[in-house]
């Protein structure tokens, strides 16, 4: 793992700030949650407060008794305020439901709403129930009447309603009026259609008769498990109680099983209607916000009134940014989006009797905007934050990189190199990095010397053996002059053959530092190298008769500057090597490839390959890889020689395997 | 009378050797290990041929020293610098130093004498006057072989020894290439190819001084060098 990869993890190890941040948001969203929903309950007690005692603004009841306390009827002890009872919801209690638009009075339950819940189901027996949905809307009350009855009996046509023999199945409807009277209509029908609902008067001499009472109508439809009757009752006739009863009959004029909300014996009421004062929407709606649901119910849970404005959008903007969607969608957790709900029940004025409920519910955008708020700029904050130091992080290892990069750099090119790194990298630097390039600059100093050391040791040496050797050889030239046995002849010319072979050896051992001193002292001019390499190779052709030669050259004319003598004694060099590792016999080539700005002199010969790993070294000086058996005295520095004249050319040299193991090129670049 | 050889040469068994071999050819040798006795030894008869070490006991220069000393005693004594070191340096400034000659100690000493045999009659030769018959000719080149001196145009240019030898060895037979060994022989020397290279190279410069068009000296890469009329 590159160090850059691992100071980019390190960074990457910041992101836990928006982790962290995170964490820190879902604690702050609880406590803001929590706040709302205290919030809300003290918004819901306080507006439940305020409607403590105040039945005239819950119940529409209430408010036609205060009308009829004002005309003066008594009628202290049952009044909606101080009855208990009242508030109490008894299975005769109806409330009904605010409809949004009147029902057709057809007899069919489709245009009324379709909520189970809302039905009151009434059951003497079995074979004896039925089920009431009531509605209002607009000043009329609406009835849906689904009567369970197995044989559906209509009123003998065109008799008097009041003959009892001609008496079906009937609905009597019970009520008291504003002024606090009983009032009883029935329902009788003797066919399917629309029904008015008649009222029993009692005329002079007790002669009772059936009235129509046209504000009361509606329609009866049979069902398959008996008949439904929907009807329609303006509210101005009802005052306080309200209540349906059924008379069954199997048989016309028998007597009937009598069961509903009324009571049977005098068609009295016992249940209420339960229904909002009018004022109670405009009271609620004072307290209305966006975002915002009131409702108040009755103690046992039907809504007597709705102001919503849950949906409003609360003012916060609905504009969602899409950076902060896509932060929600990290965030958000299933069923937080629910409304919070706040209930309070409301009290008469003496605090003991609970006369409905307020619930407040408030839409969760609020808050969890709010919470986006937060969040959004916190977990701005602190990615901008992460990015910034991860992208610090970044640079920093890429400078560390670049550094390490270059110091690596330096001591490679100073090992394997040529040049001699006078100025080691990063060596000024105050931190760790300038102690380690401070130490391998020193290392490298030392080596430096000691390559320099051995590389002058063998012209020191020649220089210094040098003098023994001109004893003996001058000691030798003498005694040739003097009388000699010519069996010791024979021992002088060992010794002689003995110092030439070690005058040879010196010479090798110093050829490097006299290259090098023919360079410092070489003068660069423009020449052809084409006919100097030709010239040169025709050489070589007499020189070693037991190797074919090659020379390849497109090129009619390669002019470049340097020294001709020194690219001669290159080639000699290269040609001396690939003359000893090659077999006799083989060809040589010679092979002069121009470039733009470089001449490419290639000497291919097809010797053993070159250990790969080795082929580098090739061209270091003291360094040899020769095979054995070879008497000639050797240094390492043929190639080494090449190498110099190749640099002083500002060139390279190279050693590669031909393809196939076929043998060995040996290339020097030098420049144009 | 024996023409004087002063050697001047730290190490006793070279110039001891020395010494014997010049004695044998019949020279009159006067040995000195150091500067200072050299110099008060020829302060005192200048010999007819100096041979001088480069490196004197402790001075690593003091031959190039002592040359300039004996040069400023005579213009005509002929000097050899005789060195262990064969560097290009030493040698050009041996040379520069008015040294006649400049030799490697790994010269044989059949070889040394050989080169003061030669010294010695190109001083002599110097002293009669030019014989016709000894001068060769090639276009501009006029070569004295006796006196060992080299015209061009007409103007005498300055050779060394060596120098004069390969000059001789080339132009003898313009067209032909000498490969080094051939000039080695001609020159009496034991020489490097590299030593060889800027004897030639300096050989040119000297023409060059006074003809800058001349190029009668040619290399020929990877064989030698020959002399164009």
Not at chain 1, 202 to 217: M, N, T, W
Not at chain 1, 402 to 413: F, N
Not at chain 1, 618 to 644: C, K, M
Request: glycine residues 8%; negative net charge.
């Amino acid at each position: 793992m590159s160090l850059r990869l691992k100071l980019l993890l390190l960074g990457l190890a910041t992101l836990v700030l928006p982790w962290a941040g995170c964490r820190y948001a879902r604690e702050m969203e609880s406590a803001l949650r929590q706040g709302e929903v205290d919030s809300l309950n003290s918004l819901s007690q306080t507006i439940a407060t305020s409607l403590q005692g105040r039945t005239d603004l819950l119940y529409r009841e209430s408010a036609a008794e205060t009308g009829a306390h004002a005309e003066g009827v008594a009628e202290s002890t049952a009044t909606p305020a101080t009855d208990p009872d009242f508030y109490r919801a008894t299975p005769y209690d109806l409330e009904p439901l605010t409809l949004s638009a009147a029902p057709l009075l057809d007899g069919y339950a489709e245009d009324w709403p379709h909520d189970p819940g809302a039905w009151s189901h009434f059951e003497k027996d079995p074979h004896h129930r039925f089920a009431l949905l009531t509605g209002v809307h607009e000043r009329m009350l609406y009835l849906l009447l689904e009567v369970h009855d197995e044989h559906p009996l209509f009123d003998a046509p065109g008799n008097n309603p009041l003959e009892p023999s001609s008496f079906g199945d009937r609905v009597w409807l019970g009520f008291e009026d504003p002024q606090g009277e009983q009032q009883q209509v029935f329902i009788a029908a003797a066919a399917p259609g629309a029904v008015i609902a008649r009222r029993v008067e009692s005329g002079e001499y007790g002669r009772q008769s059936a009235r129509l009472e046209p504000r009361i109508r509606g329609a009866w439809t049979p069902t398959p498990d008996g008949y439904r009757l929907e009807l329609r009752v303006p509210l101005s006739l009802i005052g306080k109680g309200f209540g349906v009863l059924i008379d069954d009959r199997d048989t016309r004029g028998a007597l009937p099983v009598s069961y509903g909300t009324l009571r049977a014996d005098d068609l009295h009421t016992i249940g209420h209607l339960i229904l909002a004062a009018p004022q109670l929407n405009t009271y609620l709606a004072h307290f209305l916000q966006p975002g915002l649901r009131l409702a108040v119910t009755t103690p046992a849970g039907r809504v007597l009134a709705r102001a919503d404005a849950l949906a409003q959008p609360t003012g916060l903007g609905t504009e969602t940014p899409m950076l902060e969607r896509l932060y929600r969608r990290f965030i958000d957790r299933p069923g937080e989006r629910t409304p919070l709900i706040a209930a309070s029940p409301i009290y008469d004025r003496d605090h003991a009797v609970e006369i409905g409920q307020l619930e407040v519910t408030r839409s969760p955008e609020r808050w969890i905007r709010l919470r986006d708020r937060a969040l959004t700029h916190m977990l701005n904050f602190t990615l901008a934050t992460s990015a910034i130091v991860v992208g610090a992080i970044l640079v920093f290892a890429a400078w560390l990189a670049l550094r390490l990069a270059r110091l690596r750099r330096a001591s490679e090119s100073a090992l394997t190199g040529t040049a001699l790194v006078t100025a080691f990298p990063e060596t000024a630097a105050r931190d760790e990095l300038g102690d380690v390039a401070r130490s391998f600059a020193t290392l490298l100093a030392r080596l430096q010397e000691y390559t320099s050391y051995l590389r002058t040791l063998a012209g020191k040496l020649a220089h210094e053996i040098r003098t023994p050797l001109t004893i003996v050889r001058s000691s030798l030239d003498n005694l040739e002059s003097e009388e000699v046995p010519p069996t010791a002849r024979t021992y002088l010319e060992r010794a002689r053959q003995g110092t030439e072979r070690l005058n040879g050896i010196l010479k090798a051992m110093g050829a490097a530092s006299r290259v090098e001193e023919a360079i410092g002292g070489a003068e660069r001019v423009s020449f052809d190298l084409v006919p100097v390499l030709a010239s040169a190779v025709a050489a070589y052709r007499g020189a070693f008769p037991e190797r074919q030669f090659g020379f390849d050259c497109a090129a009619g004319e390669v002019r470049m500057r340097g020294a001709p003598d020194l690219i001669v004694q290159l080639l000699d060099k290269l040609i001396d090597n690939a003359v000893d590792f090659s077999p006799t016999g083989s060809t040589i080539t010679v092979r002069l490839l121009p470039e733009p700005h470089a001449a490419l002199l290639e000497v291919d010969n097809a010797g053993a390959p070159l250990d790969p790993e080795l082929a580098g070294r090739a061209f270091e000086s003291l360094w040899q890889s020769r095979p054995g058996g070879d008497t000639r005295p050797h240094f390492g520095l043929g190639l080494y020689i090449v190498r110099l004249i190749a640099e002083f050319h500002g060139g390279t040299a190279s050693a590669t395997n031909l393809p196939g193991g076929a043998g060995v090129r040996f290339r020097v670049r030098l420049a144009r | 009378m024996k023409r004087l050889i002063a050697i001047v040469e730290d190490e006793p068994a070279i110039r001891d050797n020395y010494a014997a071999a010049f004695t044998r050819e019949g020279y009159a040798v006067r040995t000195y290990a150091n500067r200072a006795q050299a110099l008060e030894a020829c302060g005192a008869r200048l010999p007819d041929l100096a041979v001088i070490d480069i490196s004197l006991e402790d001075e690593p220069e003091g031959g190039f020293e002592l040359c300039r000393q004996l040069r400023a005693m005579s213009a005509e004594l002929p000097i050899i610098f005789l060195t262990a070191r064969d560097s290009e340096l030493d040698a050009v400034s041996g040379l520069r130093l008015g040294a006649d000659d400049f030799l490697t100690k790994d010269l044989s000493l059949p070889h040394l004498i050989a080169r003061v045999n030669a010294l010695f009659r190109r001083v002599e030769a110097l002293r009669r006057p030019a014989a016709a018959a000894q001068v060769v000719r090639r276009g501009a080149l006029a070569l004295d072989a006796e006196r060992m001196t080299v015209q061009w145009d007409g103007r005498v240019v300055l050779l060394s020894l060596t120098e004069f030898w390969i000059v001789h060895a080339l132009a003898r037979h313009p067209g032909h290439v000498r490969n080094r060994t051939q000039l080695m022989d001609a020159a009496n020397v034991v020489l490097d190819d590299n030593t060889i290279t800027s004897h030639v190279k300096r050989i040119r410069r000297k023409f060059q001084a006074l003809d800058p068009k001349f190029d009668a000296l040619q290399t020929v890469y990877g064989m030698g060098y020959r002399w164009v009329e």
